[in-house]
């Protein structure tokens, strides 16, 4: 008997990785680790290991958190898994804080009940002449515990999978790798600056990886979706080594909506089946046209969509010349000088509503600067406009702060003693920071005290910076909030106290208008962790009087801007506004010199700021509108 294959779901046809995308990281880890409890189970019933191989990071953050509740909460028992990391930094100690020893100890290990040896990570500082016997020697234990079970999988932007950069082959095994420079500079943040990142690392090969099992490969946040879009459509090739998962006969990939953004399925879904011509959706596929075919808007005539297949538009619009004014209009539409909406101006067409004037507008920044460089030259029309600008500072950012920087105020400090006759109010204070500073090595977590002097620094920064863009010091808020306060880089956890502080905010200055960002960013980043704060505080007040006569505007950070079809207002700016904010960048002395998370090779943060900003003019332009030096772009977000 003939047996028919299920129809192939057209959708996923340029897909060579069964992908799938849940509605954010916690759900598809709360999937995940169900499935992971299920076989570790049916394995301890056999009376057998169930092995697992580990990756650090921040992406399986809350994979490793749900593991841990199902152990306290659904007695999971730890006691029969074995696991294997996927790799170490070469040169760090196990008791150094960025090892990932440490990380897996804290963030895992510490809660479950795993036998201490049943856990096993390349040893980070054994002697070059040693490091062949040992990576042999993890091979080796991998197949002793019977091969890995399930390999869970993070992914760099560079294509890395485990430290597998770029050249890595397909047959390679575990051994002492040099880390991408895209690598070291996404770790810059962890180690406090990109000098301070190991050169080296041991890592599983691709084939000790793809000889799992399964593999799953988890990626979450917009900074990743190049890399996993390449993975999962483009060829299989050693130029980005997680696409040798097309070859697993068992791999999978999860994502979140952010991470799946360049998948072709979300990018143009209308070359893979058909959609819903939406305006938004219109828009979109116009603004790939016109890019596709290097013409403006009104010049693209009937060939242009049918060459390009997408022909089905003009059947539901009439004619090429109507369909290119609607979405003309539409990006047209989206150009306003006036952030705060034009007092006495029709407002039909304008992304803002002229009334109430003047707003009172709040302007979010996760941590001082990302302000700055999202909406530098929105904020200083605000305030000229006449609105109340209120800018708060959520989290207090003295993580950033070199020591260095520290040091240098604590000298003057005791400088000013010397010379003065009353000492300054925290003399002691200042005497025990200095007296830290000078034995702390650079990986020493803070003192709370050294902390404080930090983020001092950042707050004069912070304010300098307003004052740059026009908003008068007494108008910032320096919100503190605990989870920042109480944490470090990629082990935030953000609780009931962090959300009541928005709450109260938000009540205390009923806003018309609320800046933020972070939407769309890795959910453990302080940009990500800040904006869901947001939303489950407007959540909190949706009943509230104001809250229905309030629009949120999102900017996004210097590493990416807004696709030009999402952005429902654009703000330009003349040269000498794209100088004076980046004047406001320049503020933040502490930060100056620091390779910015995500930038190309060399370049400032405020360099990267301003060419985002041309760049978005230099779109507007291409579509065939109006010339400016810069844009300033914003997504209306409706809760
Ligand atoms: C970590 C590892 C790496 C990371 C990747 C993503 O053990 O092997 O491949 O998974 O660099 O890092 P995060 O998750 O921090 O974005």
Redesign the pocket.
Known sequence: MRTHAPPRDESLRFERIPTEVFADAETACRALAARIAGEIRHRAAEGRPYVLGL?????PLPLYRELIRLHRKEDLSFANVVAFN??EYYGLSRSHPES?WVFMREQLFAHLDIPEDHIHLPEGTVPRSEVYGHCAGYETAIEAAGGIDLQI????RSG????NEPGSRPDSRTRLVTLDPV?RRDAARDFVGEENVPRHALTMGVATILDARQVVLLAWGRAKAEAVARAVEGEESDALPASFLQSHPNAAILLDPAAASELTRVRHPWRVGPVEWTPAMTGKAVAWLSSRVSKPILKLIEDDYRENSISELITERGSAYQLNIEAFNRFQHTITGWPGGKPGAGESHRPERAAPHPKRALALSPEPRDDTIGMGGTLHRLVDQGHEVTLVYLTSGDLAVPDGDALRLSRIFAELDLEQDSAPPNEKLIARVHEELGRKGPFDPDSPELRYLKGLIRREEARAASQQCGVHPSSTVFLDLPFYQKGRYRSFAPGPDDLAKVVRLLRDVRPHQVYATGYLQDPSSVPGICFDLLSQALEACRDEPWFADCRIWLYRGAEAEWEIHDIDMAVPLSPSELQNKVQGIYQHQSQRGQTPFHAESGEEIWQQAAERNKHTAALYDALGLPEYEAIEAFHRYQP
Do not use: C
């Open positions: 990756a650090t990071g921040s992406t996927l790799d990932y999988l993070g992914i760099g890395h999978i485990g430290f690598t």
